[in-house]
């Protein structure tokens, strides 16, 4: 007899684990299918946690996060601290925000390709997901007029910018409109910035800049470089806190506490210059791929304008991008992620690059492809 329920049920594997898991089996991997900044968190963020492990108990926290950080990201957002919900990583803040927003069967839109998370998720809350089918003529992002189109008008909807997998960030004037078009109509715009503080030259504004009745979703794990400390937060409207501690207090109870006191040290200047060297690095890991893949035949990629990623169309070389990263892997110890998991109707003609490795191993992979692509 099974007890697995009917919606886990119907979660989806996310593929690039099964990707990583193989690529760790070999001592030539080069990792390019996470994104997972391979540097460590600042200095002086280490630095505080060897201190706060020593000299405090470090028990539960407030659910909602001490008030210090929620103080930092409130300046760092130019938001409320009152309207700052610290998470376990984003992930915690979007199954508790969904559980907060949505009902079982609540509609709500996200863009194809799209992070794959907030469909599995949505998928195991028995949410109604519309997929919203994105392309390059809209530089893989949702417009007023796609959203429009969806009727009855959807309970929520979430932007992605910079996004992940393309790494496009939406135009300003367009996520004014989005934002002025859910006002309208009574939508919650739900706005993903977790890679806000990555992007190369094209300006990227918060949705909270256009609405105050916007979601902002962001994380201490990319721009940051901590991931496994697991921090994330919500600034959300005054009438979603209390639901939102309400859950979260019996989600989580609270936020891990070392991570929360260390993290006071990552918004300092100190920290921010580090912080910023990282973000040159990936713009130097950047330049080499859109100088080398074009020239060996695989250039028909989304602007990346921010983040560490590059979604590039290889339907000129397979129908099974799968099995094609699972052959790439198997003949030169290359790992990438396959765009299925991102999209499952048209994943399988596009591959995803994470560049947030050193220089050396994105040259030696742009040599390995090279070779094997003849
Ligand atoms: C777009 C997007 N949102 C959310 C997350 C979740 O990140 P975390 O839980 O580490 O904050 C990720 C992770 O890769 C992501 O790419």
Redesign the pocket.
Same mark, same amino acid.
């Given at each position: 007899m099974s007890f697995i329920s009917e919606r886990s049920a119907t979660v989806a594997p996310f593929r690039v684990m099964k990707i990583l898991g193989a690529a760790h089996k070999r001592d030539d991997a080069l990792v390019l299918c996470v @994104?997972q900044p391979a540097t460590s968190a600042p200095t002086p963020v280490i630095r505080s946690a060897h201190h706060w492990l020593d000299a405090h108990t470090l028990g539960y926290t407030p659910t909602l996060g001490i008030p210090e950080l929620r103080q930092k990201i409130a300046e760092y957002h130019n938001a409320n601290p009152d309207n700052v919900v610290v998470t376990t @990583? *984003? *992930?915690g803040a979007?199954v508790a925000l969904f559980l907060a927003v949505l009902d079982p069967g609540d509609t709500i839109v996200m863009t194809r390709p799209g &992070?794959p998370?907030y469909r599995n998720t949505l998928a195991a809350l028995g949410a109604h997901i519309i997929d919203l089918p994105c392309g390059p003529d809209t530089r893989f992002q949702p417009t007023v007029d796609k959203l429009a189109h969806i009727q009855p008008t959807p309970r929520a909807v979430i932007v /992605?910018s910079p996004d992940?997998p393309t790494g496009t960030i939406i135009d300003l004037e367009e996520l004014r409109r989005i934002a002025g078009w859910c006002e309208e109509v009574g939508c919650l715009l739900i706005s993903?910035e977790? &890679?806000h503080g990555i992007s190369y030259g094209r300006p990227c504004a918060s949705a909270r800049d256009y609405s105050h009745r916007a979601v902002t979703v962001g *994380?201490l *794990?990319k721009y940051f470089s901590m /991931?496994g400390w697991r921090l @994330?937060w919500l600034i959300v409207p005054d009438d979603l806190v209390e639901p939102l501690e309400n859950l979260e207090a019996n989600l989580a109870l609270c936020p891990p506490a070392i991570s929360q006191y260390a993290a006071l040290e990552a918004f300092t200047p100190e920290s921010r210059v580090e912080l910023d060297a990282h973000v040159a690095d990936y713009a130097r890991a950047r330049d080499v791929l859109l100088q080398e893949l074009p020239s060996m035949g695989l250039g028909n990629f989304a602007p990346p304008d921010g983040g560490f990623y590059l979604y590039i169309d290889i339907s000129h070389l397979t129908d099974d991008s799968e099995q094609w990263c699972d052959q790439l892997l198997h003949d030169t110890g290359v790992a990438i992620a396959p765009g299925v998991d991102f999209d499952p109707i048209d994943g399988h003609k596009y591959v995803r690059v994470s560049f947030c490795v050193s220089l050396e191993t994105i040259r030696a992979a742009c040599d390995r492809l090279r070779q094997w692509l003849g």
């Open positions: @994104g @990583g *984003s *992930s979007f &992070y998370a /992605t992940n993903d977790i &890679y *994380s *794990s /991931t @994330g």
